[in-house]
């Protein structure tokens, strides 16, 4: 009687064990992984490392849209995407919104997606390669090597109609950005150390002459005000023209600490950048990124690998589409 009762008592741990493994086993194999290509496509990461290199060679401005690009993705709802779906008669991209003011090159995450389609066809996603090419961008710009995961399937439809929603708006106060970084995980230093990406770049002046016209913000450094006026001399800037600031007139091309430094001497361009700098919750975090490039680097890859691991199509989900800036049931 006991010998039975113990049989059934091990019987039922056995069942409760494979089943928990099973189930384990089922959703490791439907997330997000390290080297997840590596049986199935085992260069995907060397030639996006490639193509991205050789990109930057011959158009240095596009380490500044991988970075963007996964921002913008990422942040609205999910890393799958979506940003580069063009538009159709049923849908807008969000590529097309005012929000995505600015925003360029989409053509080369294309051109990045042919080279894997000759080495493996139908098995490496969009939304990958974005994630990818913004790691390999920020390496570009002298910024960090990132441990990523991979395993991300694409999106079929763009979300345009809810980017307000959830992308922060560098006008907005500094209590909503915080929010907005915080619902997926991401705290204060993490929000500070993603910001300093306006490190490298440039800010059109439609978005910052409020600051200039009809009075000069007394915020700003006066002597960082000059050359503002002087590269953004109309209240209404022609959007059609090419006119801008560079983020950071010491070192525009790289990423950097330098930021921090500007935004504590009043040269932020943005409203948002001044907040940083002065609120009670970040201005901490800022002063301390100021000092050490080291911590602004070890928070800003984690505040990255949070954002790219933000709400991802795995498993069945989604699709692996054909072109980037189309859903495969429109081939």
Known sequence: MIMSSIS????????????????????????LAMNYYRDSCPQAEEIIKEQVQLLYKRHKNTAF??????????????????????????????????????????RYIETIKEALERECPGVVSCADILVLSARDGIVSLGGPYIPLK??????????AEILEQHLPDHNESLSVVLDRFANM???????????????????????LVHRLYPEVDPALNPSHVEHMLHKCPDPIPDPKAVQ?????????????????????????????DHQLATDKRTKPFVKKMAKSQDYFFKEFGRAITVLSENNPLTGTKGEIRKQCYLANKLH
């Open 150 to 159: 991979t395993g991300r399937r694409d999106g079929r439809k763009s979300r």
């Open 185 to 207: 995980g991401i705290d204060a230093p993490g929000v500070v150390a993603l910001l300093g990406a306006h490190s490298v770049g440039r800010t059109h002046c439609v978005k």
């Open 8 to 31: 059934k008592a091990l019987f039922f741990f056995a069942i409760l064990s494979f089943s928990s493994f099973s189930a384990f086993a089922e959703n490791e194999g439907h997330g």
């Open 65 to 106: 849209s991988w970075l963007r690009n996964i921002f913008h993705d990422c942040f609205v709802e999910s890393c799958d995407a979506s940003l580069l779906l063009d538009s159709t008669r049923r849908m807008l991209s969000e590529k097309e919104t005012d929000r995505s003011f600015g925003m360029r090159n989409f």
């Open 244 to 272: 801008y600031v560079r983020n950071d007139r010491g070192t525009p091309m790289k990423l950097d600490n330098n930021y921090y430094r500007n935004i504590l001497d009043n040269k932020g361009l943005l409203i948002v």
